[in-house]
């Protein structure tokens, strides 16, 4: 059960970025400095998703609508049906001169059909400046320097959302 | 793996250097095991094709299903297949390696403790002054600086971090600057075993990471930027300030 509710995190987290991608039509491209392309830049790329987009391969139960990610190529694209949660979500984009122009939900987990966008944005989280604090603490989280478990994980992720 | 510092402190009077010992043995026997830069450890062993994993120790097994688990979970985010085809499953052993020892304490009957290893910590009861443990949050950009104070019971507090330049995250329509660069998320969830391995995975997802967290029940997180912004869950404060 939990790794559907997960799912539906996922799914719930990709729809408010094309919420936001949509909305803001600021396409975000995602890359890193060792990525190439030579058939694409950055500028013409078009919309990327974030990574969640992505799953990993031959993992039905957990994917999320099958977009390509690196490059969006115009038409309307609908998403496999996923577990949201509350019920089942499906998800269509359009899209246009490779940007997100529309978003609906063929099912949502509110009724069944055509649902309300904000019935999916996410809160908006506090943000702050950081700032150094004295309390006195007893023991301090923080990253270690061997990151490499981490260097590794975000590599297999970013992996994916170049295939 | 263990490359790491490890501390434990025991605020019950019964403890001995034998209690610490036990702890500090249990890791040493997890180094041993699961070190990929030990070439004598079963995960080499199976990096290098002379051990199956159906052949391995119940440990070893007990770890991999754990980390595919952990892998459907976070929907590939966390993976410990490297790319070049090794396996790595130091993302979880760490904070699992944790929660063993504190469950280790627990069944001597020890109530207030905590242990921390690298920076990952699993507390337990209350500190010296009979308080909740009050844990800092390293500054990224400043390594002798906490930037906020947590106050825990049993929660485990995991932080992932880089400070290599990995990821960026470009805005093609504002001069290809980077907007985001994580570089710092530290979770709070029921153990340290969860929260370090949803940590790793929501690291792994950059700025959105923040948003897998929030989705989670019974997790917490606050995530740090290049630019020095911080951004947080919906019930991180709760934590913030001591319990009454």
């Not at chain 2, 610490?20 to 079963?42: G, L, M, P, Q, R």
Request: hydrophobic share 35%; net charge negative.
């Amino acid at each position: 059960m939990k790794k559907y509710i997960i799912a539906g995190v996922l799914v719930i987290a990709f729809v408010a970025y094309l919420i936001f991608a949509n909305k803001s039509s600021a396409p975000v491209a995602v890359t890193t400095p060792a990525a190439t392309n030579p058939t694409s830049s950055p500028a013409t790329t078009g919309p990327t998703s974030l990574p969640t987009t992505t799953g990993p391969s031959g993992n039905p139960p957990t994917s999320t609508p099958t977009t390509p990610v690196s490059q969006y190529k115009n038409g309307t694209y609908t998403g496999a049906v996923a577990d949201a949660f509350y019920g089942n979500l499906q998800v269509t984009v359009t899209i246009q001169s490779g940007a997100i122009t529309d978003v609906t939900f063929p099912q949502s987990p509110s009724n069944g059909h055509s649902g309300e966008v904000s019935a999916f944005a996410l809160p908006v989280l506090k943000q702050e400046a950081i700032a150094a604090q004295s309390a006195n603490v007893n023991i301090v989280s923080g990253a270690t320097q061997d990151s490499q478990a981490f260097q590794q994980s975000l590599a297999s992720a970013l992996a994916q959302a170049k295939s | 793996m263990m490359g790491m510092p490890i501390t434990a402190e025991i605020v019950d009077q019964h403890a001995t250097e034998e209690t610490f010992n036990e702890v500090f043995d249990y890791f040493a026997h997890i180094d041993e095991k699961f070190s990929t830069y030990k070439s004598t450890s079963e995960i080499t062993a199976i990096n290098h094709g002379t051990l199956a994993l159906g052949d391995a120790s119940e440990e070893m097994q007990i770890v991999f299903a754990m980390c595919e688990e952990t892998k459907t979970q976070t929907n590939g985010f966390f993976d410990i297949k490297t790319p070049n085809g090794k396996y790595d499953p130091s993302g979880l052993v760490k904070g699992w390696a944790i929660w063993n020892a504190a469950k280790l304490l627990e069944k001597k009957g020890f109530e207030n403790f905590y242990i921390d290893a690298g920076g990952d910590i699993q507390p337990h009861g209350h500190n010296a002054d009979g308080k909740q443990w009050a844990i800092g949050i390293k500054n990224p950009f400043e390594q002798s600086e906490n930037i906020k104070v947590i106050y825990a019971d049993e929660e485990g507090v995991a932080t992932s971090g880089t400070y290599i330049r990995g990821t960026h995250i470009y805005n093609p329509r504002a001069g290809n600057q980077p907007v985001s660069e994580i570089v710092s998320l530290t979770v709070i969830g029921p153990n340290i075993h969860d929260a370090d391995r949803f940590a790793t995975a929501a690291f792994a997802m950059g700025p959105s990471g923040i948003n897998f967290i929030e989705q989670l029940p019974g997790y917490e997180g606050y995530i740090i930027d290049k630019n020095k912004i911080a951004t947080m869950t919906t019930g991180f404060e709760k934590y913030t300030n001591p319990r009454a």
